[in-house]
């Protein structure tokens, strides 16, 4: 069964935040998993976008945004 492991840098600042957020992404990369072979996670300041392969993309890369957590 496919699964996510998540490494997250600086988190001083709000790590609670950060806790959720990494987890959120964890689990929505894992269950991207099934439909795509590779699944990259970038980390911003509104919160984290999943990228991976999908036929169904215009330029064959699927998008998804996970917003920060207030």
Do not use: C, F, W
Request: no cysteine.
């Amino acid at each position: 069964m496919p699964s996510a492991s998540v490494r997250t840098g600086n988190t001083k600042k709000h790590p609670g935040r950060t806790d959720t957020l990494v987890r959120e992404a964890a689990a929505a990369a894992t269950g991207l998993l099934d439909q795509s072979e590779r699944v990259l996670v970038v980390y911003d300041e509104g919160g984290a976008t999943l990228y991976y392969e999908s036929d169904d993309a215009e330029d064959g890369i699927g998008r998804r945004k996970l917003p920060r957590a207030s």
